[in-house]
């Protein structure tokens, strides 16, 4: 059961990527700021990821605040997908997420 739910993070986390190279690339800007946005919104979430909420993360938190850190990640991914136009798969990546995140730590599975 655990490998089952840590695939579907893995998968949301993935998700949540895409959700920020979309939103950046459906802008109503020229080309040139929708590159930067569509390839800098996923860089940033990816490198706060990395940062902060990675199991070989560079910075060591305590518990609540790295689930606060990947709380804010994924109301960003969700609220990005909203900007875009698709509020519903909006809610959709966040509500997941928070099943999934809710179900692991009842298994005892680590932040």
Do not use: N
Request: some cysteine; overall charge neutral; glycine content about 12%.
């Amino acid at each position: 059961m655990t490998a089952l739910l840590l695939g579907v993070i893995f998968l949301l986390e993935l998700a949540l990527l895409g959700s920020a190279g979309y939103w950046g690339f459906t802008l109503d800007v020229g080309w040139p700021l929708r590159l930067l946005a569509g390839l800098g919104a996923p860089l940033v979430i990816a490198v706060v990821w990395g940062l902060f909420c990675s199991p070989r993360a560079a910075v060591t938190l305590p518990d609540p605040a790295k689930l606060a850190v990947q709380a804010a990640c994924f109301l960003t991914g969700g609220v990005l997908l909203a900007l875009a136009g698709h509020a519903v798969p909006g809610v959709a990546l966040v509500a997941l997420w928070a099943a999934d995140k809710a179900t692991l730590t009842l298994t005892g599975t680590p932040i």
